[in-house]
């Protein structure tokens, strides 16, 4: 999976090589996966699938706002802090303005329109709900932003430490709450203060060891807007078409089936942590690299990740029938064909991060993932409509798989339009499982060092 030897050793400029920086990516996300295992399992059996689904409407909405408020600051944020043509200072004064900004927004848009969005489309929520789910938009924002610039900077233990911190935060305020009050309002509540907490702590690391905020200058506004709106659209169609599912299915059936959906869609996704775990630490070298290099590089992860992935994913979908009733409770029985049939998705939708990552910061091309992302979307919201409508969860998770697996499909295209490469070379050989292993012993031995 490394392109070149450095790829498995220490990239020049205080950063991390790609090998030490997944193993790191890794290490939080084991500790993201036994976070979240340990909060579905207590909160499932807690609120119950109608109650889950109220705090899982009220969370996704709020991830979903913080992904429209982004602005592309997210990309922006990782590829000019790569490059280094941007003061820090004012990148992270940009972060925190933005966040602000949106978090009023949000709750403007919300706030007085209240008793539409709670019988229309947050079924189940009231007002005290939407003002807590108002309170998160800021700081995920915020966090998000900077989470995405330090990993530009090649900060990947930094990130991953506060990615642990983060997921030592959540089970233990989110599972007194619902094992004590059984109540979503109270749960949504502890989630807030997961957020607050972990934007602080962000905050503090930036200050102390990179730079305190500072007013952005109009060029910078202007530079990192025009940047980030390219890929602005393509970013939320992509949180779009991962989460307007459960707002179908929300709107048809009610919280009972988000809740039971909702537990198919987060485990679907944990497959995905290798991917991201990646992006995090492939961003500097892909977009530092010269185009064919970084090609090559993406072609290996590509590889590699399928070598993993499909295996596990395999294994997981036959675990799925008898694992889910036993562990979360016969209540959520219906769960597990939805996460079978959520895997092949997830798989092409992990894979997809890599490629998304050389188009926006080696191609420059953000306007492309806009593309293919913003047409996955379109397409997606007739393709929901009649597979819920038909099918209920089932159809709602065959429908996620086919939307993830052309936007892969697509940005494979545009990757191997553009370099060297040919659809062949993403297709895994005998080499690849080698150099997998040796890719493996590196991450450990570099995590030791």
């Known amino acids: 999976m490394s392109a070149s030897g450095d790829a498995t050793g220490d990239a020049g400029g205080g950063q991390v090589g790609i090998a030490r920086g997944t193993f790191l990516g890794l290490r939080a ?7 979240a295992i340990v909060v579905s399992i207590v909160v499932s059996r807690g609120l119950g699938p109608e109650n889950r689904g109220v705090f899982f409407l009220a969370f996704a909405a709020a991830l979903v706002i913080a992904m429209l408020g982004d602005l592309g600051m997210s990309t922006a944020g990782i590829t000019y802090a790569a490059s280094g043509e941007i003061s820090l200072r004012e990148l992270h004064g940009a972060a925190l303005g933005l966040s602000v900004l949106v978090g009023a927004l949000g709750a403007a848009v919300l706030l007085p329109a209240h008793a539409f969005w709670t019988s229309e ?6 007002v005290t709900m939407l003002l807590l789910l108002c309170a998160g938009i800021a700081p995920l924002i915020y966090a998000q932003v900077l989470l995405a610039t330090l990993a530009g900077l090649g900060r990947i233990p930094a990130v991953s430490w506060i990615r642990i911190a983060q997921q030592i935060i959540i089970p233990a305020l989110l599972v007194p709450a619902a094992v004590l009050t059984g109540s979503a309002r109270w749960t949504l509540a502890a989630w807030l203060a ?6 602080l702590i962000i905050a503090v690391y930036t200050v102390r060891t990179v730079s305190p905020p500072a007013v952005p200058s109009a060029d910078t506004v202007r530079t990192v ?5 390219r890929g602005y659209v393509g970013t939320i169609s992509h949180h779009g078409f991962l989460r307007i599912d459960l707002f179908f299915l929300g709107a048809r059936s009610g919280p009972e089936k988000v809740g039971l959906y909702s537990l198919s869609s987060v485990f679907a996704e944990r497959i995905a942590l290798l ?9 500097a070298r892909v977009g530092g690299d010269e185009r064919e290099v970084a090609a090559r590089l993406i072609a290996q992860i590509v590889r590699g990740l399928v070598l993993v992935l ?3 994913a395999a294994v997981l979908a036959l675990l799925a029938f008898p694992c889910f009733p036993l562990v979360f409770g016969d209540d959520f029985e219906d769960s597990a064909l939805p996460f ?4 092949p998705g997830t798989v092409c939708l992990t894979l997809w991060y890599p490629i998304s990552l050389f188009i926006i910061t080696n191609l420059r091309r953000p306007g492309t993932t806009t593309l293919i992302q913003g047409g996955a979307l379109v397409a997606s919201l007739p393709l929901y409509y009649v597979m819920i409508g038909a099918f209920d969860m089932t159809g709602a998770a065959i429908a996620s798989s086919l939307v993830y697996f052309s936007v892969f499909f697509l940005g494979a295209v545009v990757a191997i339009r553009a370099t060297g490469l040919r659809a062949g070379d993403l297709v895994p050989r005998v080499a690849d499982s080698r150099r997998l292993l040796v890719f493996a012993r590196s991450a450990l031995s570099h995590s030791r060092g």
């Open 340 to 343: 079978a049939l959520l895997l």
């Open 194 to 199: 997961t957020a607050v907490v972990n934007a």
């Open 121 to 126: 489309i947050l079924k189940g929520l009231d």
């Open 275 to 283: 991917g991201q775990a990646v992006y995090g630490a492939a961003a």
């Open 29 to 35: 996300d084991v500790v993201t996966a036994i976070s």
């Open 310 to 312: 499909i295996p596990v």
């Open 225 to 229: 807007v025009s940047f980030g709106t």
